[in-house]
């Protein structure tokens, strides 16, 4: 007997993605009274880290200082908008079909050396985030959508940048 086969369903379209996007953007903004991001996620996550290693010397940091003033850093909004991300982001692949562990670009240069060269992208680009203060989703999508002059210099940058490297890293 062959073994069932699982439908996948397919992707939804770019516009209504788009159009579903700025819809929870628009819900963000009006029932929490912020926007979206995820990088303040990892910046609590090693504040929480720093308080159970080096207490005095995380409280003494003038970046952490102020995330552990109030308590446990990990009990702010941004922390469980990117559980609650990571969460739903599980459900949608699973039950669409499409959940699965893939390399893209290992039969080129082999696994090992394109889950590095993903790891370093993935560690650059969140640093670089925290440098400009905000990511593609906090920075991009919530600072254009309140018309931040900052949002729109990062988003050209942010593109710029990964056009430059795509071309660098051909095949990678």
Known sequence: MPAPSKTIKPFWPPFAAGLALG???LLTFVLTGHGL?????TTRFTAWLGMTVAPSATQANSYLGQMVENGNPLFSWITWQVIGVGIGAFAAAYFSGHLRLQFDGSKRIGT???FAAALFGGLAAGFGARISAGCTSGLGLSG?????IAAFVFLGTFFAAGLIFSRLFRGV
């Open 23 to 25: 819809f929870v953007l």
């Open 37 to 41: 991001g995820a990088t303040g996620a």
């Open 112 to 114: 090992p050396a394109r």
């Open 144 to 148: 254009a959508a309140t018309l931040s």
